[in-house]
């Protein structure tokens, strides 16, 4: 008899999280409070219902080639970059070409997770779920909870002195949904992330002036990179880590600094990085030119509120303001578990591998998607899905819960006496961390045999963009057309560009970009060949992080 799995939510993670319970012939039931797939990306008018949801007009910030379920690409004329209507699309074809919407219980909400009296020897669940009104009751034999980290808005209006005298509009960005009713209002945007961004962007068209506060600066790139290549593509690549690996971390800065103010210089613009804050990274194609233009001006962070006005910390007053837009993040959430499982599902120390929690005797539980990629979400979180499914039938094993406790508990000790850096907010490197989970799995590519075995496919694994493809090329959930899908990523990529066909000016879609940098990959393809595989993966994933991740970005 197969083993019942409960997935909470259909977002992204929910339906990969489906699928794979499928491909390892376990039997998944699907719980969706809402009335249909697609979690955040099905665009509702209002958010009544308490779901976030995304923006109508949001553009996903990274390339569909690496934003794609690995064993099932976009459709070749899909935009590189996409609307959430193109978006949700995908995840719609998705879900009916597996054959995945009659597992899914719509309009259900989760009402608690327990463990049962037995759990230490079966690892199995109490789910209680609330379907219009009606509770059912259903024993499972493993969860995967696929919610997502935007549930709860991060309103922290008490940071913010004289907010509550403040007599203009409040509300944070889960609220917005498009730029009707600010027309000729003097808005302030307060959080300078993607989201903030797009928001004072957008407004800047029918505002009167957008005001955009930022603590820590930021670097702002465009979606396309040089020759007008996806920037994506062109950064996560497995020879850039490598590079990254061998490059002094002092060298490897400066060189990507420059790189991102060759631009525009970033100080001139005022979103240079404040000094002693952390790095990070945005992707926004029309917040330069709207400074530039003067529709958005760049403030330091908030200090007070009067009841028209904004005080800053540099001592400069805005007067006059309409209204304020909160893009201050969200908080994780588990109201349906019991302490301390509660609590502890939030500290990403005591998840193993941001998946299994620590405490539990049976592994029986994962928590998928709950991270922050230098690369595509939907690629970490399907890799999740696929190694938690192993885990529930056996295939793949983690340390025992006590040992996983002890290490938890170790690091938070020295996390809490300032011995040791807290990098559980910080973005994790896309390719690390998915090799570290393919590794588990038995998937992750083994380059020099694929030099040995099939030189022209490990040209593009190693020198190419690192594709979700590519943990499909081998080992358990194996597809046919990973080599296809990877040997052809550039003319889907070049194929919806092509609406204007010149005679004579076609060029071969995967080598013109290759061509300008043999010398430096030859040569590092031989250096790779010298090193054992086992040797060369090891060392990357541990000293990569601190050195690359600042610099890339992730998809929302």
């Known amino acids: 008899m197969a083993k019942r799995v409960a997935v909470i939510g259909a977002g ?8 794979c319970c499928l491909d390892e012939d376990l039997e998944p039931i699907c719980f969706e409070r809402s009335s249909d797939i697609g979690g955040l990306w099905k665009f509702t008018e209002t958010s009544k219902d308490g779901m976030t949801r995304v923006y109508k007009s949001l553009v996903t910030n990274v390339c569909k080639e690496m934003s794609c379920y690995s064993d099932f690409p976009f459709q070749e004329d899909y935009p590189n970059f996409m609307n959430q209507e193109k978006f949700w699309n995908y995840l719609q074809e998705f879900a009916e070409y597996f054959d995945l919407l009659k597992y899914i219980r719509f309009k259900t909400t989760v009402r608690s997770i327990t463990k049962r009296p037995d759990f230490s020897e079966t690892g199995q ?103 007008g290549y996806p920037f994506n593509m062109m950064v996560l690549r497995r020879h850039h880590n490598f590079i990254a690996q061998v490059l002094p971390s002092c060298i490897l800065k400066w060189i990507q600094e420059r790189r991102l103010n060759k631009r525009f210089d970033h100080v001139n613009y005022g979103l240079n990085i404040t000094k002693g804050k952390k790095p990070k990274m945005i992707v926004n194609d029309e917040l330069p030119t709207c400074i530039l233009c003067g529709t958005v001006t760049i403030k330091t962070s908030l200090k007070e509120f009067t009841e028209t006005s904004a005080v800053f910390e540099d001592g400069t007053v805005e007067e006059n303001i309409d209204a304020v837009i909160f893009t201050t993040g969200y ?145 358990p959930g194996k597809w046919d057309g990973a080599r296809n899908a990877i040997l052809t990523q550039w003319d889907r990529t070049l194929k919806p560009l092509k609406t204007r066909t010149i005679p004579g000016s076609f060029k071969p879609a995967s080598m013109s970009h290759y061509l300008k940098a043999w010398g430096v990959p030859i040569l590092l393809a031989s250096l790779l060949l010298i090193y054992k595989s086992s040797i060369f993966l090891k060392l990357v994933p541990e000293k990569l992080q601190d050195r690359i991740s600042p610099y890339l970005i992730s998809i929302r």
């Not at 992204?12 to 699928?19: M, N």
């Not at 109490?126 to 499972?140: H, I, K, L, M, P």
């Open 12 to 19: 992204v993670s929910g339906l990969s999280s489906i699928k």
């Open 125 to 227: 669940w109490d789910v209680v779920t609330e379907t219009e009104g009606r509770q059912d009751r259903a024993v499972f034999d493993a969860v995967m909870v696929c919610t997502g980290h935007f549930l709860n808005p991060h309103l922290p209006l008490e940071s913010f002195p004289g907010i509550h005298k403040f007599k203009g509009q409040i509300l944070h960005s889960q609220e917005y949904k498009i730029p009707a009713g600010f027309q000729g209002k003097r808005v302030l945007v307060i959080g300078l992330g993607n989201t903030g961004a797009d928001i004072a962007v957008e407004l800047s068209r029918t505002a009167a002036q957008v005001l955009l506060s930022t603590r820590t600066g930021t670097w702002v790139i465009n979606r396309s990179s040089d020759g």
């Open 331 to 475: 908080t994780y959430s588990f109201p349906f578990f019991e302490e301390p499982l509660k609590t502890l599902c939030t500290k990403k120390i005591f998840l193993y591998k941001l998946v299994f929690p620590s405490n539990l005797e049976k592994t029986t539980l994962a928590m998928i998607g709950f991270i922050h990629l230098t690369g595509s979400i939907l690629a970490g979180t399907e890799l999740q899905a696929r190694w938690a499914t192993r885990v529930f039938k056996g295939l793949c094993k983690i340390p025992p819960s006590q040992k996983l406790m002890a290490e938890a508990m170790k690091k938070e000790q020295l996390i809490e006496r300032g011995l040791m850096k807290d990098a559980s907010a910080d973005k994790l490197d896309y390719i690390s961390y998915l090799d570290d989970l393919a590794s588990f799995i038995g998937v992750k590519p083994n380059i020099p045999l694929l030099f040995i075995k099939d030189p022209r496919l490990a040209w593009e694994v190693f020198f190419g963009p690192c594709t979700p493809y590519q943990y499909r090329l081998m080992g």
